[in-house]
Nanobody
Framework: QVQLVESGGGLVQAGNALRLSCAAS????????MAWFRQALGKEREFVAA????????LHADSVKGRFTISRDSAKDITYLQMNSLTPEDTAVYYC?????????????????WGPGTQVTVSS
């Protein structure tokens, strides 16, 4: 089992930045992929970014490319999502997820472990 806990969400004005953190515990040595998803009210869960825990490769959704960056601190086993130039359209609950595979990383059903989520609200 893997336990994931997100932190760093909050209320921010448009144009500003936030950094989300995801702390992993439990059977973390089996994790290959860490990812961030988000879900706005009334919408489906949406892929944001993923990072390969071994090779360090990353993938970002087109909607956040150039503004958001996923990274990891391997010593602390924390995955970050740096979010710059936030807009009201980025308002959502942000979830951290993990998988033992790097397959269809943009698909939520590929991730067996999820954190409870952290709310990000961007005001105009």
């Amino acid at each position: 089992q893997v336990q994931l806990v997100e932190s760093g969400g909050g209320l921010v004005q448009a144009g500003n930045a936030l950094r989300l953190s995801c702390a992993a515990s439990g059977r973390t040595s089996h994790i290959l992929t860490m990812a961030w998803f988000r879900q706005a009210l009334g919408k489906e869960r949406e892929f944001v970014a993923a990072i390969n825990r071994i090779g360090g490769g990353t993938l970002h959704a087109d909607s956040v490319k150039g503004r958001f960056t996923i990274s990891r601190d391997s010593a602390k086993d924390i995955t970050y999502l740096q979010m710059n130039s936030l807009t009201p359209e980025d308002t959502a609950v942000y979830y951290c997820a993990s998988s033992e595979m790097w397959v269809e990383v943009t698909v939520p059903s590929r991730y067996p472990f999820w954190g409870p989520g952290t709310q990000v609200t961007v005001s105009s």
